[in-house]
């Protein structure tokens, strides 16, 4: 437990090799909670995180190998991102099928909190990024796929939608949050996402919450935590 957070447990990040979910890694790491991550290749995951994180092996689209490692764990954050049109790096195979894969076995497991790193826009069909095999789409399938799982019997989600991601370091904007997938444009730091979800693990407010944000203008944070009381109950 971290005395800053009364938060007690151990959480599975997953996507932690991609940019956002390295950020993810490092803000547990601050704030003293410890972290498992799931990666295909060890000797990635163990050069980027050495000894600080437990390392599980293995693919999103085995459900076998995604059981194993939620194992012993009280939450997941998941910052998966397809890369590819077609094949176990498309949108299909991660952003929806793999996504709902992991809910599934976390809750089997009994998971009690699931943070999703979603993207804005996931509700426009016409937007222009559905060109990429229909990625939005997929996410949204994934959204609906955790909101009904994970809403009641004890356990919690909080789905956080994304503008358009860029490098830089945590807490040094002023955001705008909102709901019903209003936004359409707009950027965000990489690390003030994976904030946003790490705070969310020991917040009542952030519960069952949906939401997409963006940076509004450059001004200093003590903690992302009053973003969540600007969000309808």
């Known amino acids: 437990m971290d005395a800053n957070t009364g938060y007690v447990g151990k959480v599975l990040v997953v996507g932690a090799t991609g940019k956002t979910g390295q950020w993810v890694v490092k803000r547990l790491s601050y704030y003293g909670i410890p972290a498992r991550v799931f990666s295909r290749e060890r000797g990635k995951a163990e050069s980027m995180f050495g000894e600080r994180v437990e390392i599980a092996t293995g693919k999103i689209q085995s459900a076998l190998d995604i059981r194993e490692a939620v194992k ?19 949108p299909a195979d991660v952003d929806r099928d793999g996504v709902i894969r992991l809910v599934d076995e976390a809750a ?3 998971v009690k909190y699931f943070g999703l790193v979603s993207s804005m826009a996931v509700t426009k069909w016409y937007h222009p990024l559905n060109l ?5 789409l997929k996410k949204w399938e994934a959204e609906e796929h955790l909101r009904m799982v994970f809403a009641g019997e004890g356990r919690s989600y909080t789905i956080v939608r994304p503008g358009g991601l860029k490098d830089g370091e945590p807490l040094q904007h002023k955001l ?3 709901t019903g997938d209003k936004m359409w444009s707009g950027w965000i730091n990489r690390s003030d996402v994976a904030e946003l979800l790490v705070v969310a693990l020991w917040l009542e407010k952030a519960k069952n919450k ?6 509004e203008a450059d001004e200093e ?5 009053p973003f969540y ?4 109950g």
């Open 176 to 178: 705008h949050v909102d």
């Open 221 to 225: 944070q003590k903690s992302l935590e």
């Open 132 to 136: 990429f095999a229909g990625v939005l």
């Open 229 to 232: 009381d600007n969000l309808p």
């Open 72 to 90: 012993g764990c009280d939450a997941v954050i998941c910052a998966l991102g397809s890369s590819s049109v077609t094949g176990e790096s498309s």
């Open 108 to 110: 089997n497991a009994g």
């Open 210 to 215: 949906t939401f997409e944000v963006i940076n």
